[in-house]
């Protein structure tokens, strides 16, 4: 069973552009979430992450935003570039008896077009 | 600065045979841990290592044992490769608990016949 799910494989934008990546989850235990972002033979490199307990955060031209409710999350990418192309994962964790737990979706791959 | 090192990247290894996975990072990090990614797939978490002396087991364990006697080593070892662990594999360290910035390293890409 999937708790992390990121249900677009791919999308593409004009670059100066927004990306918007979604991530839904499953799991209401899950208490931090975070945005990797993997280029092909590297690997992943964080971008930015959320607590729970908010609803939004800014870095850069990358933003998180949580809906708990919705158990839903999503990346803006503003202006999107194309050094953005890349597989973007969404991640998620919490400690479940006395373990960490962290889930990653299956990754959506971003193009950006010049 | 090295970050996080792994070794070798890429191997083939015959059904049945041992091998281990090398990771080093030279930034200090308490929490190291090793992930598997298949195609189509996300990273799944095989074990992690919250300080030397420390480990435990992540959401896909079977198959691969480790230990962390030094801050800065976390070996992965197969112990008797099955074809169903041909993968890329991915170790990483981070300051704090996984809900922390981590860091990965290039990965290992391993095949089993």
């Known amino acids: 069973d999937q708790q992390v799910k990121q249900n677009s494989p791919s999308l593409s934008v004009q670059e100066g552009r927004i990306s918007i990546l979604n991530c839904d989850y499953t799991?209401?235990?899950?208490?931090?979430f975070l945005w990797y972002k993997k280029y092909p033979a590297e690997g992943p490199t964080f971008l930015i992450s959320?607590?729970?307990?908010?609803d939004k955060n800014e870095d850069g031209r990358f933003t998180v935003f949580l809906n708990k409710s919705a158990k839903h999350l999503s990346l803006h990418i503003v202006p999107s570039q194309p050094g953005d192309s890349a597989v973007y994962f969404c991640?998620?964790?919490?400690?479940?008896?006395?373990?960490?737990?962290?889930?990653f979706g299956k990754g959506t791959k971003l193009t950006v077009n010049p | 600065n090295a970050g996080v090192t792994q070794t070798p990247k890429f191997q083939v290894l015959k059904t049945g045979q041992s091998m281990t996975l090398q990771c080093a990072q030279d930034?200090?990090?308490?929490?190291m841990s090793w992930y598997r990614q298949d195609p189509g797939m996300g990273l799944r978490l095989i074990h992690y290592?919250?300080?030397?002396?420390?480990?435990d087991q992540g959401e896909v364990p079977n198959g691969y044992n480790v230990s962390r006697s030094t801050t800065e080593d976390f070996p992965l070892r197969l112990l008797s490769a099955a074809p169903s662990q041909t993968s890329v594999y991915f170790c990483?360290?981070?300051?704090?608990?996984?809900?922390?910035?981590?860091?990965f390293g290039q990965g290992t890409r391993l095949t089993v016949v």
């Open positions: 799991n209401s235990m899950f208490d931090y």
């Open positions: 290592s919250v300080g030397a002396g420390i480990t």
């Open positions: 959320i607590s729970s307990i908010k």
């Open positions: 990483a360290s981070s300051y704090g608990h996984m809900n922390t910035e981590a860091f």
């Open positions: 930034m200090n990090h308490e929490y």
């Open positions: 991640a998620a964790t919490t400690v479940q008896g006395g373990s960490e737990k962290l889930v």
